[in-house]
């Protein structure tokens, strides 16, 4: 998948409010989050849980927008 591709369905999905399929879909199973407190969230399991506890935690969302997404070509210094 092309890095347009990818940003494109990246967007797709949040625009639709699907925040937890965007971690399946591109997260690693095998993924390690570390809080700057040190507390390690580990495999996907564990991200998926993090998240619902995050979306759960929001009382109301008043409005949200996503713009295009923005994908540059070749960069180098």
């Keep these: 998948m092309s890095n ?9 999905l949040c625009v639709e409010g699907k925040f937890l399929e965007t971690q399946r ?6 993924v390690i989050s ?3 407190d040190g507390i390690k969230t580990v495999g996907s399991s564990g991200m998926d ?4 506890r995050f979306l759960d ?6 409005s949200i927008n ?3 997404p923005v994908v540059s070509g070749n960069f180098s210094l």
């Design 34 to 36: 570390i809080e700057i």
């Design 4 to 12: 347009k591709a990818t940003a494109d369905r990246l967007i797709e």
């Design 66 to 68: 996503f713009s295009e």
């Design 49 to 52: 849980a993090k998240g619902q």
């Design 25 to 30: 879909e591109f997260y690693n199973t095998n």
């Design 57 to 62: 935690s929001i009382e109301k969302i008043n």
